[in-house]
């Protein structure tokens, strides 16, 4: 695992001859929970690869950038090397040389690992208002290309180059449910339909390297897991799934989410966790026939999330089995205060 500081091992194709015309932006970013890649085999450290299929979701993640002598960061103490990194990077990007005055701060649950993309809503979030101060010079696909090229996490005060599949740029940048394919390319995105939330269930469950960006020995498994089954699932998505979202029937996807989770790499996640994932396991069997809902696991888990109209049920099956859960509505994507 290679460490190293905000600013180093960049990647710049191109460059921009930017200039600030907006002194001061505020903004409000959200979170996103990313269903389930697409395609495990082709995940790799510092390039997107892997696609797949999520929705952004509104949290109390707040960012100020005005324009100052200096550079100086406040808000998230243990986030600032992964700010100043972005900053760096969109500074040389759009050849811009003036001082930024940061703050930002995340939602209480938006920790790293719970599954709501915190890493990858802070370069987001960052990146976006940058671009925004300098009158919206970057387009959206190459925002993704340029901070998904660049994705890092942190590890023990430092930055590490990690996995990122463009779900979590897309859907927050643009406030659709997105499908993504490799390389972050945008394959299809739609509006959700009025009503749907997100209920995050936490279910506390422990892995090995926890503390790590990411489980190799468990990586490693879902490239085996998803030889054969990456096919299916693509093909599901490309001749079931996407013609009926276009008809605004979601329940296509619904059905067959539950098979994805439960075969092929995002197994692999789930059975990476103590007792091969049993209580994630016994959720979504328990929701698996419940006809207009999703439910699965966000990220790499041990978050579940449900995806639903009615939390009547969700709500009572945590109460019983004394689980945490947060209701989350919908987002529209970035919202310039």
Known sequence: MKLFDSGENLKINNTYNGKIIINNIEAKFPGRVQMCPLDFTSFEFGIPAGGGYGVPI???N?????TAEKDT????????????????LMKKILNIDVGLEIDIKLDNIAKQHFGVGSSASIAAAVCYSINYMCGN????NKLVEIISNNYVEIYKNKLTFGMTTGVSL????????????NDADLIYSKKVPNGYKIILINTNLKRDD???PENIEQ???SRELDIEYQKIRSELFLMKIIPELNKDNWKTLFKYNTSFQLNGGQLGVIESYENQGKIIKDIINYFSNFEDMMIGVTSVGPTVFAYIKDET??????????LEYRIFNISKGIEIL
Not at 73 to 88: A, P, Q, S
Not at 137 to 140: H, K, L, Q
Request: with cysteine; charged share 25%; hydrophobic share 40%.
């Open 62 to 66: 707040y960012i100020k950038i005005k």
């Open 219 to 221: 990586i490693n498994r």
């Open 313 to 322: 049920d969700v709500i009572k099956y945590c109460n019983s089995n004394n």
């Open 137 to 140: 010079i970057i387009s959206v």
């Open 73 to 88: 960061i406040t808000g998230n103490e243990d986030k600032k090397i992964l700010v100043n990194h972005y900053v760096i």
């Open 170 to 181: 897309h859907s927050i940048l643009r406030g659709e449910f997105v499908i993504v394919a």
């Open 210 to 212: 926890m503390d790590k």
């Open 58 to 60: 509104e949290m109390n």
